[in-house]
């Protein structure tokens, strides 16, 4: 097994910039923490580390697992950052060592990979906050890792084995932290079959890390096995939220992914996913492309029923960024690659400066609820406003119109049960159900949702009055209005399909 030694020796120039970048990066990122409330996945995910299980409604358990090794000391949201953080900065250090061992001609490729990665908008959101893509990113980052030693080891050796099961628990790291980790999977064999090492399947090691991936993936088998197989069928349903796949939801998906990941990145690395295939001096760019194509035309096939997130694809950039970096440096010396280089990093740095001092200090004045930094400010205040109103009004229950409206007000209002009005069967109905009909509540909404709160239909109230509006403001700048409303006659919703066959719906703690 190739080991993976320092990477900061004194006398690597490369490495040493590459440690300062990360480390810069981070301590920014952690400066920004500490003045940010939760987004909507951190605020869920940090609730499932509150109630830990065997898996979850929408997602495998590990990042539920991981934020329950924190929710014990801190709560704050600054705390809550720091394991992602240091996770991701693991990722860059796992990045670095292979993008150097791909492409060992270009000495600062290490470099120059990191800088490419951080210097994107969606891994600048997304390196302090725990989602299940944090450690997805590390373990298949890892797994790559050991496939590169395998390739160089002897069949049925000792240190065959030892990569296999490498290979099998980094597998089920990651089946433990996204379903989408079935990708990798799909690269596995696309890198056999391509490179023709079908003696892989004489080796003892393959069959003994398909053991241990499926050992690992017991706790999700067996929660659902008792919750009527309630996450596979929602990502069946996922994404496909309309009967026909259209265009331009497809088109729409790689724009947003053009916007936060930049153009180099983007055109480049979708350029090596297809074009490494057809030319053989490619070895290496063809490796990474079989580990991030499959999970390209995943999002993109589906964004035709729904649009995609651009997260949810971030390990396949992630990948082809060493691939990109090479592609570029090889063809230095002409204009043009100069000049899209150029380009590209300008306006990446420039969206870059923008978030970066909006995510420090609101400054910049936008039209009513256009706020882009409204979701991380004023939830806690807004929490306690309508807490307060709850000791007057006989405590009436809190309520949310969506699961992400829920995920903050429950976090910030722990040990409080949040419900949720909407006629979407989700994780809170697991955790808190609801309350009998004709109850009242508290309904709290930000004022970029719908208002008044919609009435008449299942799943909300009768009527709603206004109680009380709360702006979250910095300076003269209103960021968000917060709005606090009694509510009488909830009508609990009567679930259809699958969801209507599921014991637990009107389950409570």
Request: some cysteine; charged content about 10%.
């Amino acid at each position: 097994m190739k080991p993976m030694t320092s990477a900061f020796s004194p006398l690597d120039r490369p490495a040493r910039a590459a440690f300062w970048l990360v480390l810069l990066v981070s301590v920014w990122h952690l400066l920004l923490a500490g003045q940010l409330n939760l987004s909507v996945d951190e605020a869920h995910y940090a609730l499932y580390g509150l109630k830990p299980d065997w898996s979850y409604f929408d997602h495998p358990p590990m990042v539920g697992w991981l934020n329950a090794l924190m929710v014990p000391f801190t709560h704050s949201d600054f705390g809550l950052r720091i394991l992602p953080a240091t996770l991701f900065a693991l990722a860059n250090w796992v990045l670095y060592k292979l993008a150097k061992r791909l492409f060992p001609s270009f000495n600062w490729i290490g470099f120059w990979t990191l800088a490419l990665v951080n210097s994107a908008i969606m891994f600048q959101l997304l390196s302090i906050s725990m989602l299940p893509d944090t450690p997805l990113m590390l373990a298949g980052l890892m797994l790559l890792w050991h496939l590169l030693n395998l390739r160089e080891a002897p069949l049925n050796s000792g240190d065959s084995l030892k990569n296999w099961l490498w290979i099998g628990f980094w597998l089920g790291v990651a089946a433990l932290s996204k379903y989408t980790a079935i990708t990798l999977v799909l690269s596995l064999l696309l890198v056999m079959l391509v490179e023709k090492r079908f003696y892989w399947l004489k080796d003892n090691g393959l069959w003994l890390a398909v053991a241990l991936t499926a050992l690992m993936i017991t706790p999700v088998l067996y929660w659902n096995a008792t919750h009527d197989w309630i996450s596979f069928l929602y990502q069946l349903n996922h994404g496909q939220h309309h009967d026909q796949w259209d265009w331009l939801r497809a088109v729409n998906t790689q724009l947003a992914q053009l916007g936060v990941y930049s153009l180099a990145l983007f055109v480049i690395g979708l350029w090596l996913m297809v074009s490494s295939w057809f030319q053989a001096h490619r070895e290496n760019a063809r490796l990474l492309a079989a580990f991030s194509l499959p999970i390209i035309l995943l999002f993109a096939l589906n964004s035709g029923y729904e649009m995609s997130l651009p997260h949810w694809t971030q390990l396949a950039w992630l990948f082809i960024s060493p691939a990109v970096v090479y592609w570029l440096w090889r063809r230095w010396q002409y204009k043009t690659a100069r000049v899209f280089v150029y380009v590209s990093s300008a306006i990446t740095l420039a969206g870059s400066l923008a978030l970066n001092s909006q995510l420090a200090v609101p400054w910049m004045p936008f039209p009513a609820n256009g706020n882009p930094v409204r979701e991380l400010h004023g939830w806690p205040q807004a929490v306690a406003m309508a807490e307060s109103f709850q000791n007057d009004q006989q405590q009436p229950p809190l309520f949310a119109a969506n699961w992400s409206q829920a995920s903050r007000i429950a976090w910030y209002a722990y040990p409080q049960p949040v419900y949720v009005t909407d006629n979407r069967f989700d994780q809170f109905d697991l955790w808190y159900g609801n309350p009998p009909a004709g109850s009242e509540g508290l309904l709290l909404v930000p004022s970029y949702e719908d208002r008044p709160p919609e009435t008449a239909r299942p799943g909300h109230f009768q009527h709603c009055q206004p109680l009380a509006v709360m702006p979250a403001l910095h300076g003269d700048i209103t960021i968000v209005t917060y709005h606090l409303y009694l509510c009488q006659g909830f009508q609990p919703v009567q679930y259809s399909g699958w969801a209507a066959q599921l014991p637990l719906v009107q389950a409570t703690e």
